[in-house]
């Protein structure tokens, strides 16, 4: 393998159109294909450069044998796409969430393993500068002990995604960041969910999670809100972080009367806030560059496969609840798949 990685793309949607764009100017990679079932978004993403597009994946990776792979088709698809990519050899990268069922993500995990190559996950979020900041700073017990962590991913409806429902596409972001951030797995969850607009899938949710360590996460997520917003609140002992995905900002608003005393909070007054400087930056290209640093590398993948399939256990676990009305345990979902 040369230093020069050659990438493709599969699935120019939406967000497959991103990853053409910047695999397109990414150092030490050449995008050297990408293929779509539709031939107009085969044609937007080439257009005007020299990039060779195909209607089907296996053609193109049949004529341009990539090293790597961007799996960017709708979730019910990630599985065949993914395996068709792992059997001709190519290390892969499949978006969020890993696959639409766990059965389907162990299958993808195994096929990787034993062909050798790199697998990962688009878990985004986990690039997103403000989060980088966030982790290191939380790593760094600024905050004390964290108590609870507050998720709100809403906006208007995608009429494009009608394969799985906003747990599912939406929730796997924020429950891979709260893993991630806290360094500990969730035991528990429990939810309500709504379906609104006429699909098949749930469009408005509110989940509870219990992590390992007593921390409690909340996720508030929904397509029915008219304005957009990410933003993920870290209360601690000491203070609280409000970190806001889209704007990559960081604050902290300090505790003033916070005690050093472990476990035990003596009282809380607001404090100064501190905005923290973040370099923005687009967090699909540092995930890319990650990824190609890896594969030069020999290994790990930045978010692995277990990543990927703690996120879909969790997002599970909370469709379940919803659906019979109790708590759940991700292992309970895992052990029956
Ligand atoms: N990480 C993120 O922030 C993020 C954001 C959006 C979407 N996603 C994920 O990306 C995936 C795609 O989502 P999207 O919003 O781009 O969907 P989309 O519907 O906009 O695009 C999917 C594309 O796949 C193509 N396609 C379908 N079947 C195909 C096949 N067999 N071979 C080749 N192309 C095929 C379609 O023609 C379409 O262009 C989903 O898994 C979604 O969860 C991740």
């Known amino acids: 393998m040369s230093d020069i990685l050659r990438a493709a793309v599969i699935g120019l949607g939406s967000m497959g159109a991103n990853h053409a764009r910047v695999l397109g100017d990414t150092p030490g990679v050449e995008l050297c294909g990408v293929a779509d079932a539709d031939p107009e978004r085969v044609r937007k993403a080439t257009g005007g450069r020299p990039i060779p597009g195909f209607p089907d994946a ?77 982790k290191g700073r939380l790593d760094a017990g600024q905050g004390g002990a964290v108590l609870q962590v507050r998720a709100r991913r809403v906006g208007p409806f995608p009429h494009r995604i009608r394969d799985v429902g906003v747990i599912h596409d939406l929730a796997p972001h924020d429950i891979d960041i709260m893993r991630y951030l806290l360094s500990d797995e969730v035991d528990r969850v429990f939810a309500e969910a709504r379906r609104h607009i006429n699909t098949d899938n ?56 916070a005690t050093a005393r472990e476990g035990a909070i003596a009282s809380v007054t607001e404090g100064p806030m501190t ?9 699909l290209r540092v995930e890319l560059e990650s990824f190609r640093d890896a594969i030069l590398a020999g290994g790990p993948a930045p978010v692995s496969a277990e990543d990927g399939m703690r996120a879909l256990a969790v997002s599970e676990a909370l469709v379940r609840s919803s659906m019979e009305d109790r708590p759940v345990t991700p292992d309970e979902v895992m052990a029956q798949t």
């Open 58 to 134: 296996a053609t193109m990776l049949a004529e341009t044998k990539p090293d790597f792979v961007s799996v960017v088709v709708p979730t019910q698809l990630h599985e065949s796409v993914a395996l068709q990519v792992i059997a001709a050899g190519a290390h892969v990268l499949v978006e969020k969430p890993i696959a639409a069922t766990l059965e389907a993500a162990r299958r993808i995990a195994r096929a990787a393993e034993e062909r050798g190559v790199l697998l990962t996950v688009g878990h985004i979020e986990r690039f997103n500068p403000a989060i980088r900041e966030l």
């Open 202 to 257: 749930e469009d408005l949710f509110a989940g509870m999670l219990r992590f390992h360590r007593g921390a409690m996460g909340l996720l508030d997520i929904n397509w029915l809100t008219p304005t957009k917003e990410r933003t993920l609140t870290v209360l601690c002992e000491r203070g609280m972080f409000v970190a806001n995905y889209a704007a990559q900002s960081l604050e902290f608003f300090e505790n003033y009367a």
């Open 275 to 283: 905005r923290y400087p973040v370099a923005n930056r687009e967090p």
